[in-house]
């Protein structure tokens, strides 16, 4: 009995505990805060019917494909063929859209901010209503965007991750994942131990198969390689790739491929010098290596272009990789065989600066 006594307080802690670490990184939850239990107030215009009814969105079920209001519940896909809607009327308070207005001409401060997060919170959670019936979505993007811009990052980053982003771009509101990878690169940048938390963010963007969205996921890519986050960084180069499969003239596509190499042969550096006395670094070790290695030979089947930054990066991997077989022979003391493998180390760099 004392024993589960004990547990349940350990239990109780951690809870507690859990719960700090997660307010600290995403702050205050303001859907909570200020939430309204009587919903959010609006007028509703059916067709054929200039005069509207007043009610109250209570919220919003994208998975069921509902809308729940006072008076009634309907289709979230068919509001004008099966409910017969012409559209939800919302009226920010005055103030509100004086605050808005200063927001989105980039006069920020943190007293309009807190003015306005009140209202924005009773109106986020039906972000999900297509903006033909429920215009309130340029609001909300500018909202988000002084988030960023004033460097909120933890809130904007609780925000985003609540956010349904798949059904944002279906509005043409791709604004709202473009912002998601801002605020990725500028977290990470600033606070690489965020990583975590902005990987489950990154989950919900969707790369879509366009050089821009392309070309900016690469970005936060090459800032996660940049900040020696290279588990990270590989994960993201990797769904990267499988993108830009579909897209094989991409002037990225080669590159996107090299860099996790590249990455495979930094964590290896890292697991090397602890593999000798700790079983899990050794795994980790060999594991790394043979990555980058078996990756390095398939690629010589196919390597890039001479004078392309691809083909330097290439003699870099082939360079590396030269080096720890060299290290390797040295440490069995076999002399002339290391002697080799540096000789060739010099000959890929070499190689790669004078084709850069």
Known sequence: MGREVQMNRVFRIFIVLLGTVTSSLFGQDY????????GLSVKVYFLNNPKPMQSQLLNVDDTKGTIKTSQSEYNLR?????????????????????DLKKLANEQYDLQ???????????????????????PIHDNCLIY?????????????????????LKRLDDYEYREFSEAALDLAGKMIATNPKAAPHVRVLLAKVNIRNNGADHEAYKELCDTLRQKKLYQYAIEAYVRLGANLQKTPNSPIRKIVGIWPLYCHLKM??????HAASNPQYATAASKAFNTADQGLKKLDEDPPKRQTNEYSLYKLLRALVRVQYARRYEAQGNKERAEHYYRESVLEVTEGIVMA
């Open 31 to 38: 859907f909570k805060t200020y939430a309204s239990p009587n």
């Open 78 to 98: 068919e509001l004008k063929t099966r409910n017969k809607i012409d559209r939800f009327e919302y009226q920010f308070p005055i103030q509100a859209q004086k």
């Open 112 to 134: 309009t901010l807190a003015a306005v997060r009140p209202v924005m919170y009773k109106v986020f959670p039906f972000h999900e209503i297509n903006p033909e019936f429920l």
């Open 144 to 164: 988000v965007q002084a988030l960023i811009a004033m460097e909120q990052f933890n809130e904007a980053l609780s925000l985003l991750y609540k956010l349904n």
């Open 268 to 273: 290896y550096e890292l697991y090397a010098p």
